[in-house]
């Protein structure tokens, strides 16, 4: 089954403790995303990868780190977690960009930082 | 910078009515897409339907369509026949042709409610 999983869909951590937030699709996509929500904001792109070792910041990168080792996986990184970061993660993948091609999200992780 | 807004916090529908839910989006390019997706309880994010700004034709798909007013910047989404189902966040997206990031814009969301 084509799909974008995320791992933990849930965690509960303190401030300062670094995490890691997993993001793998079984699709072959190039494009690869970022995005945290929050109540009224919608969705905002955190980063984004266009292939492996190609990252780039998106609207709301301050605190987060990303790395592209591998054509299927994406993790989010926290260094040093804030309580601003509590938020609901999606990570996303596509094709390419350029003409349309679908955004595919994975489950979504909720964050709680204390 | 694009901005894309939804204004209505909270609609709520009787069942097998219709509803629609209101979009409207700032850009300066000539050449995007716009989208609907649902959010359910479950919080995966499910496309609904999508437009392209070329188009001048609404986009359709079984009960949802849009009303794409391009000069107003106003992209409404139709449910007909609501069900039970449909109750969630509803967001409004937009993303310009070339973008290198596929980055979409999203709106604040609107959460729909149906009554039984």
């Known amino acids: ?114 | 910078a694009q901005t894309v807004t939804q204004s209505q916090p909270e609609m709520s529908v009787q069942e097998a009515e219709t509803v629609t839910l209101s979009c409207t989006y700032d850009t300066s390019e000539s050449d995007y897409y716009l989208f609907w997706y649902k959010q359910p309880p479950s919080r995966q994010m499910i496309l609904v339907i999508r437009q392209e700004a070329y188009k001048q034709q609404n986009a359709t798909e079984n009960r949802f369509s849009v009303n794409f007013q391009k000069a107003a910047k106003s992209f409404s989404l139709k449910i007909s026949d609501s069900q039970l189902g449909d109750a969630a966040m509803y967001f409004c997206a937009y993303r310009i042709s070339n973008n290198a990031g596929n980055m979409l814009t999203f709106g604040g969301g609107t959460r729909l409610m149906v009554k039984p």
């Open chain 1, 1 to 114: 089954e084509a799909q974008v999983t995320q791992n933990p869909r849930y965690l509960i951590t303190v401030t300062g403790k670094k995490l890691t937030v997993t993001c793998s699709q079984n699709m072959n996509h190039e494009y690869m995303s970022w995005y945290r929500q929050d109540p009224g904001l919608g969705l905002r792109q955190i980063y984004y990868s266009m292939n492996v070792e190609v990252t780039d910041k998106g609207d709301v990168p301050e605190g987060y780190k990303v790395s592209r080792k591998e054509k299927r996986n994406f993790p989010l990184i926290l260094e040093s977690p804030s309580p601003n970061q509590t938020s609901l993660y999606f990570c996303a993948s596509s094709y390419g960009g350029g003409t349309y091609n679908e955004q595919f999200f994975g489950p979504g992780t909720r964050l709680t930082v204390l």
